[in-house]
């Protein structure tokens, strides 16, 4: 099975701290014990990456439908949201490739 084979090279590296990376995670790393990571945390992490890209279509083809049919103040409403939510999402993204690499 693909996955008992990834979950075994996982492990064999020993337990680390594998969620006190940056950009959130280094504040905790005192916080945080040496563990080995397991396939459902491995799952999430994984989560947060493709929400990223989800999100990314999602919200630009939103923002490019409110362009074309709201008032121009809507619009800029519309698109200061969806700035935000993307860069929470992107943020986040980074976090689970850098738990990822680690």
């Known amino acids: 099975n693909m996955g008992l084979i990834v979950i075994q090279a996982v ?28 396939a459902k945390q491995l799952l999430w992490v994984s989560r947060l990456v493709k929400q990223f890209g989800v999100l990314q279509i999602f919200f630009n083809s939103y923002f490019l439908w409110a362009r074309l049919t709201l008032l121009p103040a809507q619009a800029q409403r519309v698109e200061k949201i969806s700035q935000a939510v993307l860069k929470v999402s992107g943020m986040l993204a980074m976090y689970g490739l850098f738990i990822m690499y680690k």
């Open 11 to 38: 492990q064999d590296y020993g337990p680390q701290r594998y969620f006190a990376v940056p950009p959130f995670g280094c504040f905790f790393y005192r916080c945080c014990k040496p563990h080995h990571i397991s």
